[in-house]
Every structure is written in structure tokens, then in C-alpha cells.
């Protein structure tokens, strides 16, 4: 069965039960780009509570210490009050470093670290993931700001009423910075891969990742999809649906 069949299975199944909806969880995930138009995919673990096995951009929830960072921001345009943007922002970073490796940080407006790959780098990577250090912390301690300005904001998705785990998810999209790689760290992820943008079709993924790749490849472009970021709203959620036994959105 498909990811949509298995969604419309999951409305009906919900429906029947006369369950509550369950609260939505601010998270952030981003679409890490890098020329001509790659973009980096993570396959989840099969043991994963939600998404396993499924291919997915690096991502997860707020965590509470995430208000509590010092960034450079542009208007976010979130639709949220300064300290969630600040949280979901934070989030993006943090998870995108945690799954990645790659760290959107920099001394000051217009500077961001180059490789961050080094044993230490490692360790203190491997100390957030575990969260035995908060991320806001350990870039206060090297003197660094959150670069917010490099997310790029494309589009809010919250998950269906039906679902056991709902998440209230911004996407953004981030370019690869010079000098900093990729690796293969993320203990939730069974594989990971930089792959074109057009050639995902046959990859399992949920529908709002695979909905952002179709309107990233209609943009042609790294630099159409950022320009074309600017007009989208993004404070308005996109919230899945079954009507007459169809996922619509």
C-alpha cells in the first residue's frame, strides 16, 4: 500500500473511532540544496514511530531550550510571535546540523563557518543530537549567531487530524555553504543521499515531501526557487484531507 492509500486507511480508521485529534508540535525541516539542483534526503530507520522508512529532508520538532539562541534574522513572514520564529528557526538549524553535519553559524551578519567536520566539530555535534548540551548554548560558547537569514521560508504543512502524531512543520530551503560537507551522521536515518531533484519520483516519501520536490523542480532553478520563495505564503498551513476517498490538500 502507498503512502496516500496508507493515509486515507489511517481517516478512516479515525473516523470510525470517534477519537480526539491529537495537538500539533511545532518542527521545522529544510530542503538543503546544492548546484545545479540537488537536494539532500534522508531515508528514516524502519523502527522510526512516524515517517519510517521514508525518505524525508533533515528535520524535527522545536526543542523548549530552541527560544533562547541569538540569530540573524530577515522578516520571517512565519506568522508567529518573535519567540516561536526564533524556536522554529532554531530548530531547522539545529536538526540540520544534528543529520547533516552541515552548520549554518557564523561570526557575524555575512559570515558563516566553512568545514565543520573536524573531531570536535563531531563531538559537539553528537553532544546536541544526544541533548546533553543545548544548541543555543554551544553557539554562545564558540561566539557564533544562528544565520536564520540563510533559511529561505516555502511553506507550512500540518499534519491531518487522523494522525496518532501531528506536527505543525515549517519547510525552508538552505544552499549547501561553501566549504562545508555533508556526512552520513544522524542516528535516525538507515541512508542518506544527495540526488537530483527530478529524479525522486520513485522514492517513498510522504506527500508534503514529495509535494515541495514537484514545486522545486517546477522552479527550474536553485535561484527561481528562492526568488520565487519571496511571493509564497508561508503562514498559511496546507492541512491534508481525505474527501470521497482522496488525500487533497
Known sequence: ??????LVEHARRFAESGAAAAPTRLAATVLLLR???QVYLIRRVRTMAFAANMYVFPGGTVDPRDTDVDWIAPAHRLGLPDAQARAVACAAVREVFEETGVLLAGRSAGDVLPD???PDWEEARRAVEARDVAFADLLRERDLVLRADLLVPWSRWITPEFEPRRYDTFFFLTRLPEGQRTREVGGEASHAVWVPAEQTADLPMLPPTRTTLGQLVAAGSIDAAVAAAA??????PVTPRVVDGRLVY
Do not use: C, I
Request: charged letters at 30%; glycine letters at 0%.
Open 1 to 6: 500500500m502507498d503512502p496516500e492509500q496508507q
Open 35 to 37: 548546484p545545479p539542483l
Open 116 to 118: 565543520v567536520s573536524t
Open 231 to 236: 511571493d509564497r505564503d508561508v503562514a498559511t
